[in-house]
């Protein structure tokens, strides 16, 4: 029988197929393009709702709603590189509690976004064409820039600058390096986002982690000042505080210990960092070595020698970051004084005694210390006349003591009968703080950036000397006893305290920027209040 002729059969089949196969094919390209689409859709949405974040600057939706769509449409065109058709966005402002998005209008102040973005796709193997929308929601975040106690905001003031001198002399700065010269640095600024930049720093928020050479940190500064203002007595001294670091400039800074920068916020990092608050505090990190000997005695009353141990343990730091997220803490001293009083004889007219002599049993003993102060930045207010910032402190309380041993040699009677009577009396003085430290709002205007604003407190003062009771000595009443002491505190010691709240505490409280209820706040430079965020 013979064979059946089969060939072409299997072209029906391969014919039924390949249609069906090119119509999945063609659904497949149609359904990728629109995936295409949505997701420019969705980068599109992204980059329209971070720029429209930025305009969310405190005003009302009132003022803002006018512009919103311009605003938006040119958004687009910076971003019109999409699949499908020309694409079009609607923003809309609101508010954010949570994950919950309230439509804005009128006087209410919007803090959040959403846009969608739609574009429509014409479909190459089938008919019609499909849709593609994204949306996105983006917030505006407010953050700012502050310092907890200040150096350079005091550093006018001839006391305190020549507190900062001696100290910094001490670290052997240079002898050519004049108390004028470190008042020259008062004023001037330097940007810090500018600073990172000079610093090849990859980014504003190393500032809070990079460790620089102290002259290639004054070298850059010196490239950012003139940029800022700064006047040329200004830049002259800080190049002679640069020319007279000698081996000192080759040591190493830790940043960390001068800026706090919180995570994300480096972007909208627009600080404007005291000059003098940062070659004093870089000088003294890179020194390493947090107590010098310097001599704080010149002129006291009655001293014969008064060396104090200051230590400046922390550099100020600059902090900055979002509300709610950007702790900081104040610079630490401490002040341990040894002198003793030269012998002299004490004018007194207390009956019965002769003649009073006046000398050190032991040496006196100045002790001085701070806590470290803390703080947290806990909002921000952006308005359209005015922008605030509150900051919480705490701690930051400042003591002091003075113990002043003094020997008395009173001579009883007269020649021939006179017995000279040795006494030993010691004087106290201590500083108690009181008061509770709060929070500070500084509010511009009217108040001022740069400005120190104490949370409380006044200025660290030693009150009224007391006295330790000295007991009974033969030959000596009572009444003797507490004419002599009472002679002794107003004609010796108190004029002692006084001069060392005058010379020492004073200056020193100041130069710490702490005070003995608490500490200053300084708001840098005005918060940025647009740093834009997607949520969601």
């Known amino acids: 029988m013979p064979r059946r002729d089969e060939q072409g059969a299997v072209v029906p089949l391969v014919a039924i197929l390949l249609t069906t196969l090119l119509g999945i094919t063609a659904l497949t390209v149609d359904i990728g393009v629109q995936r295409v689409a949505r997701a420019d859709m969705q980068a599109v949405a992204d980059m329209v709702a971070l720029d429209l974040a930025r305009e969310l600057d405190g005003r009302a939706a009132s003022a803002i709603q006018p512009g919103l769509q311009a605003a938006a449409d040119r958004s687009l065109a910076r971003n019109a590189d999409t699949a499908g058709d020309a694409a079009s966005v609607v923003p809309e402002l609101g508010t954010l509690t949570g994950t919950t998005f309230a439509p804005a209008s009128g006087a209410t102040i ?5 846009v969608s973005a739609s574009t429509s796709v014409d479909f190459s193997f089938r008919p019609g064409s499909g849709g593609a929308g994204r949306t996105a929601l983006a917030v505006a975040r407010a953050q700012g820039c502050y310092k907890l106690g200040s150096w350079g905001a005091r550093l006018g003031t001839t006391a305190n600058a020549n507190l900062v001198y001696r100290v910094l002399a001490a670290h052997g700065v240079g002898a050519s390096v004049t108390a004028a010269t470190y008042q020259g640095l008062a004023g001037a600024v330097v940007d810090a986002a500018d600073l990172a930049t000079a610093l090849g720093l990859a980014s504003p928020e190393a500032l809070g982690t990079a460790s620089v050479r102290l002259s290639t940190l004054l070298d850059a500064a010196a490239q950012v000042v003139g940029r800022n203002g700064a006047t040329a007595g200004q830049v002259a001294a800080l190049h002679a505080v640069r020319a007279n670091l000698g081996t000192l400039g080759n040591q190493s800074v830790g940043l960390a210990n001068l800026f706090t920068v919180g995570a994300g916020a480096g972007a909208g990092l627009t600080a404007a960092v005291d ?10 990190v890179a020194d390493g ?20 141990s200051v230590g400046l343990i922390q550099a100020a730091r600059t902090a900055c970051g979002f509300a709610g997220s950007t702790p900081n803490s104040s610079n630490q001293v401490a002040i341990t004084s040894h002198a003793s009083l030269t012998d002299q004889s004490l004018p007194i007219g207390v009956p019965g005694l002769a003649a009073v ?4 049993a032991t040496p006196m003993t100045l002790t001085v210390t701070t806590a470290s102060a803390t703080s947290t930045l806990d909002a921000i207010t952006c308005g359209s006349s005015s922008r605030s910032a509150t900051v919480s402190t705490s701690g930051g309380l400042l003591s002091a003591s003075i113990v002043i041993p003094v020997s008395l040699t009173v001579t009883v009677g007269v020649a021939p009968l006179a017995v000279r009577v040795p006494l030993t009396a010691t004087f106290r003085a201590t500083l108690t703080p009181s008061g509770t430290p709060g929070s500070v709002t500084i509010t511009v205007p009217s108040q001022a950036y740069g400005t120190p604003y104490s949370n409380g407190g006044a200025q660290a003062q030693l009150p009224t000397v007391t006295l330790d009771p000295v007991g009974s000595v033969a030959g000596i009443t009572t009444a003797q006893l507490t004419d002599l002491t009472d002679a002794v505190a107003s004609t010796i010691v108190q004029p002692l305290v006084t001069a060392l709240n005058a010379t020492v505490l004073g200056p020193l409280s100041d130069l710490a920027g702490l005070r003995t209820a608490g500490a200053d706040v300084l708001l840098l430079d005005q918060p940025t209040c647009t740093t834009p965020a997607l949520k969601g």
Do not use: E, H, Q, Y
């Open 110 to 114: 919007p803090d959040a976004v959403r």
């Open 275 to 284: 000059l003098a608050d940062l070659v004093i505090g870089a000088i003294l």
């Open 289 to 308: 070595n947090s107590a010098v000997a310097v001599d704080l005695g010149t002129g006291l009353p009655g001293v014969g020698s008064f060396v104090s």
């Open 357 to 360: 002599t006046v000398g050190s």
